[in-house]
């Protein structure tokens, strides 16, 4: 397999899917369980056809470094929680108000607004109680940095809730590539970064190793997010599962908008390619990961 | 100081809010970080007048087993970050929709819901980031452990969101005191129990001295939930500073409406005995813990 085989990435990453999502499975409280709704809420939103893409990095970034596989798989399942979250409270009608996610009706829209904020509310308070009961037999120093680093990454400062309160904010006359940088960095950069950064560390990755799982984190994070906007101008709505076309509607501040199409694809290729380089010294131990990063800028959907 | 004058206790309390002030002033993003929108809500909220009943319960319950103070601060006061985080979305339009909170509008009045809603979500996450760097110099174990109690007990099986499910859900028809007792012990109950088990296991209380300061906090937390029913039914607004008499209007589930009020009355102060006996064992060393049990139920806010 050479890295620039999206497509076999693509059928790794579905395999890859097995393990998480029985983890999963496990870790949500069953539906039937009382308050029903809100898990029957939780689910809907976790099992809502997810490309598990921030579990396989932590679960890579993991392996690079020969880290536990049972502990990666359960911490990887927790940033998949941590992602559904952000998700669903993104889509509610006060923030983005989209009615529609990877093809089905929103969280709001099925359970009303009041359940859609609890259930999100719920599967981040999850996510912390599953990555904490998981070092409680060992590497708590690795499982509190991690919680500590995460947490941080979805934080207001240079944080995903700090980037769409930016994001949010953005309009016609406030457009500059520097506080796009900003919103791209802070709303999904941080986490992508911290995806891959809580594997290594989880899996005791030494100094040098570190950087490099890092620098790789933040070109893909980066290239993640103008392939994003890439797809919001030139996707179809039925290969993407949502509606499309509205950072322009909203005026919002994206790659395509400020650079052109073409230049953003060259970005996000370039971005990539970096993200590849910064994986070299792992030869081809590091080429699933190597192979991701080309997905992201590949992907359809 | 006896344990029934409730006033000294409130000058007790009204003394050990500068030390948890002062953390939280220093936890929290300045006012004039970017985005200054979210970091201006947080702020709002955390410092709109609470009586950091949560912080002085993990603080007492420390010192009780004689645990590091700075640790006991740094950690409490995440848990009235915890506490705003939670009041902010119990007041949203979607769910209690209520305008005003001790007094001054509430966070979605003043900075809209997409804010309000975000705030809450950055609070809540800040309290984890907190906790966890907490644990980084010593105590790991023990500080994973408060974060495994303490997500566990906002949760949904039989934590704060599953209790504020339960209480959305509750009308007319499915009112009875099973379904009261979860909503009780799920929504108030569980944070209030955890607030006190955070001191106690942080500053490594042993098995009997944690059961002790776990029946305490169950009393309490009971407690105070049944004294809050009561002030929704005979407070004034002036007194609490928010709407009143909105439980009856909703038909909520509540202690006054199902057993009457004065029996009512008698059952929180029989909680509040309860839960002073329970410390018994500690002698003179409880009794600022024993005073707060008192205040709870004494308490006219």
Redesign the interface.
């Known amino acids: 397999m050479t890295v620039c085989e999206s497509t076999t990435i693509q059928e790794h990453l579905e395999r890859a899917r097995a393990p998480i999502d029985a983890e999963l499975e496990r870790i949500l ?1 069953p539906a039937e ?3 029903q ?3 029957r809420a ?1 689910r809907y939103s976790v099992f809502a056809g997810g490309k598990r893409l921030r579990p396989a990095l932590c679960l890579e970034a993991g392996r690079l470094f020969d880290g536990d596989e049972k502990l990666l798989v359960r911490v990887g399942s927790a940033l998949e929680l941590v992602h559904t979250y952000s998700l669903i ?1 993104d889509d ?1 009608p ?2 983005d108000n989209d009615a529609l996610r990877r093809g089905k009706p929103t969280s709001h829209v099925v359970f ?4 859609a ?2 259930a ?3 599967l ?3 996510a ?2 599953v990555i ?2 998981a ?2 037999d060992n590497g ?2 690795q ?3 991690v ?2 680093e995460l ?2 990454a ?4 240079e ?1 995903m ?2 980037g ?3 994001d ?2 953005s309009t016609d006359s406030n457009h500059d590539s520097a506080r796009l940088d ?1 919103i791209h960095s802070a709303k999904t950069g941080a986490f992508i970064r911290a995806a891959v950064r809580t594997g290594a560390i989880l899996a005791q990755a030494d100094h040098a190793g570190l950087d490099c799982i890092t620098t790789y984190g933040e070109k893909i994070g980066l290239a993640f997010q103008i392939a994003d906007d890439l797809l919001d101008v030139v996707g179809t709505q039925e290969q993407m599962g949502k509606t499309l076309g509205k950072d322009e509607k909203q005026h919002k501040a994206t790659y395509p908008a400020l650079h052109g199409i073409e230049p953003s694809r060259q970005i996000a290729h370039r971005l990539a390619t970096e993200a590849c380089l910064a994986l070299a010294p792992y030869g081809q131990r590091a080429q699933v990961l190597q192979g991701i990063a080309m997905y992201i800028v590949g992907r359809r959907r």
């Open positions: 409280p369980e009382y308050p709704s809100i898990h939780m409270h509610l006060a923030l009303g607004e009041a359940t904020i609890l999100g509310d719920a981040l308070t999850l912390f109680e904490a009961a070092g409680a708590a120093r499982v509190l940095q919680i500590q947490a941080h979805l934080g207001t400062v944080g809730v700090g769409q309160v930016a949010l904010e900003y």
